[in-house]
């Protein structure tokens, strides 16, 4: 089956600091990725999402400044988190589909700590 | 704009009832309806996904339903089993490139 996978799983970084984290589909190629973001016991919320080789779609009050999205290939999307605070700490989802009206395959998610 | 709602928010049963998990959604104008299931601290796994002209999608013990006109979708589990315990999310595709999250029944099946 499709899989999804995401890098890393878990990231602990001081506040100010970037972090990227990583989604790969493994075994297919994406046309579209999307990025979402969780918190505790809530359920997930769409950041944005990207088509391979254009800027991604941000959702309304998502900062596109703070969360950089790269959708370098059809294999490969990228979040970077910049200049972290506390209030980013979250579980960050990304999820990756071959062709609109198709499933979404999900990656195991990236728990990121902002101290 | 599109509201998904789940019910219940949470549900605790003993092995082997069967059970149904409520979705609903205030559009109806969508592009398919998926159901996944998510593990504490996991990412989602997919369960069934049920495309607009369908009505119903069928995998093991489970069985999910789509009634457009009333914006419903009921996921049916048989025979549950302690490692059904989960949370179950219904999301809906609303066209284009957006897909809304209900906020999740979270299930406890009980040895």
């Known amino acids: 089956g499709a899989v999804v996978s995401q890098h890393p799983s878990w990231v602990i970084c001081k506040s100010g600091t970037s972090v990227k984290i990583e989604c790969r589909s493994l075994d297919f190629q994406a046309t579209t990725m999307f990025w979402y973001r969780q918190f505790p016991k809530q359920s997930l919320m769409l950041m944005a999402t990207?088509?391979?080789?254009?800027?991604?779609?941000?959702e309304q009050g998502v900062e596109k400044d703070k969360f950089l999205i790269n959708h370098a290939s059809l294999t490969l999307s990228t979040l970077t988190v910049t200049s972290a605070h506390p209030e980013d700490s979250s579980f960050y989802i990304c999820s990756a589909r071959i062709r609109q009206g198709e499933t979404q395959y999900f990656g195991p998610g990236t728990r990121l700590l902002v101290l | 704009k599109q509201e998904v709602t789940q019910i219940p928010a949470a549900l605790s049963v003993p092995e082997g009832e069967n059970l149904v998990l409520n979705c609903s959604f205030t559009d109806s104008a969508i592009y398919n309806l998926q159901w996944f299931r998510q593990d504490p601290g996991k990412g989602l796994t997919s369960l069934l996904l049920i495309q607009s002209s369908q009505r119903e999608q069928t995998s093991g013990r489970l069985n999910a339903s789509l009634d457009k006109s009333s914006g419903r979708s009921t996921l049916y589990i048989a025979a549950s089993q302690p490692g059904d315990s989960a949370t179950y999310l219904c999301a809906v595709d609303t066209g284009g490139f957006k897909t809304i999250f209900g906020a999740g029944t979270r299930l406890f099946v009980k040895a």
């Open positions: 990207s088509n391979e080789g254009s800027k991604a779609t941000y």
